[in-house]
């Protein structure tokens, strides 16, 4: 399948057969801007490192990137893995900075939101605190994650109705970013985005990682002292690392 067209000042590049968008930050608001104005439906995905590497095995999930606007890297080792390729370096983004960026130029457009994730507290906290920070964003519907299956149609009616600018999902939305990619010709939001780690941090259930943890890398730690046996996902980076030197070396 191949990739869809390409919004203005976005760059796409593969790593290791990967699709990467390169986009510096003050193409952000103009990328939006296009979102909102085309009659397209739009994907981001905030892409870390095992998602690259599930995107190699996962076929819908790699038909979900080609098919996304937006692919942005989120992890060091992408990052780096462009620049051993020597390809265009992609801009990092941490996925809390790059959503803020993202509803902030909604914010200024006077656009809508849509969101499903958590348990209901959560949800609650997410809503207040999208409120209060973005007072111009208007909110068109919620519903929580964790849903049993007979309401995902329901669901799926809501926000078709709702037709919000931007669906943002999170914990408890099952098959994550595969969620949208599969139902995306029944709902039509002018954006989607799926992201957990942003949606704990506005209900208040995780705190925002700090920028030096984020560019040295050790952003990913609490979550690996929560879910240690994750350490074994060292042997797929160290597959990782074999791809480059392969890929590296066909090229030379």
């Not at 964790?146 to 995902?152: K, L």
């Not at 939001?189 to 984020?214: C, H, M, N, V, Y």
Request: proline residues 5%; glycine residues 6%; hydrophobic residues 40%.
């Amino acid at each position: 399948m191949a990739d869809r067209k390409r919004l203005t000042g976005v760059q796409r590049i593969h790593v290791v057969h990967v699709p990467i968008d390169v986009i510096a930050p003050d193409s952000i608001d103009r990328a939006v801007d296009e979102m909102t104005r085309d009659e397209e439906t739009h994907q981001i995905v905030l892409l870390r490192l095992w998602d690259l590497m599930r995107a190699r095995v996962d076929r819908e999930f790699n038909r979900c990137i080609r098919q996304a606007s937006l692919v942005i890297p989120v992890s060091r080792g992408i990052v780096g893995g462009a620049r051993f390729l020597k390809r265009p370096v992609p801009f990092r983004y941490m996925p809390f900075d790059f959503v803020i960026r993202l509803l902030g130029a909604l914010e200024n457009r006077h656009r809508s939101i849509y969101v499903i994730g958590g348990q209901r507290k959560s949800l609650q906290h997410v809503e207040q605190n999208l409120r209060h920070t973005f007072p111009g964003l208007h909110f068109v519907g919620r519903y929580t994650g964790y849903y049993d299956g007979d309401v995902e149609r329901d669901i799926i009616t809501a926000v078709k109705k709702a037709s919000p600018d931007l669906l943002f999902t999170g914990p408890g939305v099952k098959a994550r970013d595969k969620w949208y990619f599969r139902h995306r010709t029944q709902i039509d939001p002018r954006i989607a985005l799926w992201s957990a780690e942003t949606f704990d941090i506005f209900a208040e259930k995780r705190k925002r990682p700090s920028k030096g943890s984020f560019q040295a890398g050790t952003d990913v730690l609490p979550d690996l002292f929560r879910r240690p046996w994750r350490i074994f996902r060292g042997f797929v980076y160290l597959y990782y690392v074999l791809l480059l030197l392969v890929h590296r070396i066909r090229h030379m």
